[in-house]
């Protein structure tokens, strides 16, 4: 009724409406700026350079206009910043529709990716307003960060043939369900994103919520949509003032309470079920074992509200969202680049495609019984998905985060960042300096081959922690799933993705199912990605040629 009254008002008031907004956005920012201490070098007193300010008319409305022009500018001011200040060592500020960000330069990053939450956070829980699109038990605890990097990660080869298993049968359902009719010569088309949205989320949730769910098409469903929802909500949170959050919050995310309804539905009996079995003290080893079951020990363990079902649906959905579109997008992007890159192979030469497929007829021959192993073992699909996911980085940024020392932080090279200062890392155009890769908007998907080096044994095990000694010594930065600092597709320090090592599973498993059951038509083009804010989405919308291949 009152949103009802307030909108009709709003819409009969146009004009003096949208002045009222303009003046009280102005009150606000000047007194804001007024207040807000400011990054400073100490030596010089020199502070960050704005990119993106407006060259026209450059007194009217300044911060706004940026603002609004950061929707389809940030990736060229990036690359300008970049250029300018970062190489120097230099941070400068770009002012965001989300926000004022400071990008500091590579050069800090190592003194900070490891420093502990009481001197800076991570910032999603802001750029995600995790309290409002999640729920307050997620913002407050996030234990199931620990939870994926150690037991998940530790389970990785028993469960193995359960991804193995899910992932041939999801492929085997929805491919009839999306892709056209099989023409004269055996060729269908598919939209490639839809199918791989669709096979990793139900593949995913086999290892997340166990099999009894992990098929529920509501359930699936309303996971994808869930992840879908919060980026739009959080913006539009971040459009207005931390005050005003918990009034716009709880607003903003209806659609995304309902969404949650519909995942609830089917949790909730899952989740009581297991609770019942852990009060009843049925042994561990005869409870189900998979991600939402460790979840469930852990939240009953720290009991009050976090062991409530909604507040346990809601860290599901958390660990949903974290993982399934990033591995969706990179499973998809791996593809577009297999049949694009095969429109470019010289007669006579083998295409992608045809080298991974070689590999995996040496390293496990028919009948192609897939274990952790052999998954290790394929160093070509390693380096094919370690440079896909390279050139199809996510985000312009990497590593947002929030200093929260009472007194700031200082940087070795004498930066200044008062308490507040939200402030991330250039990721893409670091990933794309000719100075750190060598033709590095190309994709040499030899780049990082690693099976030169352990070919003959491959006793090394792709946890094992990179030091500057064993970095060097066995060229451990060739591993798709690890970190260094000019490899930024998973972030930096303590939070660097930990679900990384189940996502390099469960991508070169899906390869490699696809490459034994299925042929893609080479593209000449590869489908131009789509940009917004800070985000580069993939063209989720293009279609690819595909065709069973004779098994046997
Ligand atoms: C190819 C797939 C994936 C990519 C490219 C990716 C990328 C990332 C990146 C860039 C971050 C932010 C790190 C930072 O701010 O420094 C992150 C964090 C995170 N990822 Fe992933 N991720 C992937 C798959 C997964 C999977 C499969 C899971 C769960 C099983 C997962 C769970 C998480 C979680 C929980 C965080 C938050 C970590 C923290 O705040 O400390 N991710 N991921």
Redesign the pocket.
């Known amino acids: 009724m009152i949103v009802q009254t307030t909108t009709d008002f709003v819409l009969s008031h146009l004009t003096e409406s949208f002045l009222s907004c303009l003046i009280l956005y102005t009150v606000y920012s000047t007194i804001w700026n007024y207040r807000k201490p400011k990054v400073v070098h100490l030596a010089t007193g020199e502070t960050p350079a704005v990119i993106g300010l407006p060259k026209t008319y450059p007194w009217l409305f300044p911060k706004l206009r940026s603002r609004l022009a950061s929707f389809n500018n940030i990736y060229a001011w990036m690359d300008e910043g970049y250029a300018r200040y970062s190489k120097h060592g230099k941070p400068f500020m770009i002012y965001a529709i989300d926000g004022d960000m400071v990008v500091m330069p590579p050069s800090v990053l190592s003194e900070i990716?490891n420093l502990p939450a009481s001197i800076m956070d991570?910032?999603?829980l802001e750029t995600l307003a995790v309290r409002y699109t999640f729920d307050n038990y997620v913002a407050t605890d996030?234990f199931?960060?620990p939870i994926?990097r150690k037991d998940?990660t530790a389970k990785l080869a028993s469960m193995t043939p359960a991804v193995v298993e899910e992932l041939d049968l999801s492929f085997k359902h929805y491919i009839p369900k999306l892709a056209t009719k099989p023409d004269e010569k055996g060729w269908q088309t598919v939209t490639m994103y839809d199918l791989i949205l669709k096979v990793v989320a139900r593949t995913?949730h086999r290892v997340?919520i166990g099999e009894e769910l992990c098929r529920e098409e509501e359930y699936l469903d309303a996971s994808i949509d869930y992840a879908v929802g919060v980026f739009p909500t959080s913006m539009a949170l971040n459009c207005f003032p931390k005050f005003l959050w918990p009034l716009l919050g709880p607003i903003f995310s209806i659609p995304l309470n309902r969404i949650r309804r519909r995942a609830r539905k089917h949790l909730e009996p899952v989740i009581l079920k297991r609770i019942a079995l852990i009060k009843q003290g049925v042994p561990e080893s005869e409870r189900p074992n998979d991600?939402m079951q460790w979840l469930i020990e852990a939240s009953l363990t720290r009991g009050g509200g976090f062991a409530t079902v909604d507040a346990i649906a809601a860290r599901v959905l958390?660990?949903a969202f974290?993982?399934?579109h990033?591995?969706s997008?990179?499973?998809c992007n791996t593809l577009y680049d297999l049949s694009w890159l095969a429109s470019k192979t010289q007669p006579g030469e083998q295409t992608p495609s045809e080298m991974l497929r070689d590999e995996i007829m040496h390293v496990f021959p028919p009948p192609h019984e897939f274990n952790k192993r052999y998954m290790q073992r394929l160093y070509n699909m390693d380096a094919f998905l370690k440079e896909s996911?390279r050139l199809s980085l996510?985000?312009a940024i990497?590593?947002?985060?929030n200093v929260t020392a009472k007194g700031g932080y200082t940087t070795s090279n004498g930066w200044y960042l008062p308490k507040g200062t939200q402030f991330t890392f250039p990721a893409k155009a670091r990933m794309e300096d000719e100075e750190v890769y060598e033709r590095p908007k190309e994709h040499l998907y030899t780049r990082f081959y690693r099976g030169d080096i352990v070919e003959g044994g491959n006793t090394f095990e792709e946890q094992e922690e990179v030091t500057p000694q064993n970095e060097k010594e066995r060229k451990l930065d060739r591993y798709m799933v690890t970190v260094t600092e000019d490899y930024?597709?998973?972030?930096?320090?303590?939070?660097?993705?930990?679900?990384?090592f189940?996502?390099?599973l469960?991508?070169r498993t899906l390869i490699s199912w696809w490459l034994l059951h299925y042929d893609l038509k080479s593209m000449e083009e590869r489908p131009p990605s789509w940009r917004f804010v800070w985000l580069d989405i993939m063209n989720t919308e293009a279609k690819m040629q595909i065709r069973a291949r004779k098994q046997g």
């Open positions: 990716k991570i910032r999603a996030m199931h960060i994926i998940l995913s997340f991600l958390t660990v974290a993982a399934i990033t591995t997008l990179s499973g996911v996510i985000g990497h590593s947002e985060r930024l597709a998973f972030g930096q320090g303590i939070h660097a993705c930990p679900g990384r189940f996502a390099a469960e991508l």
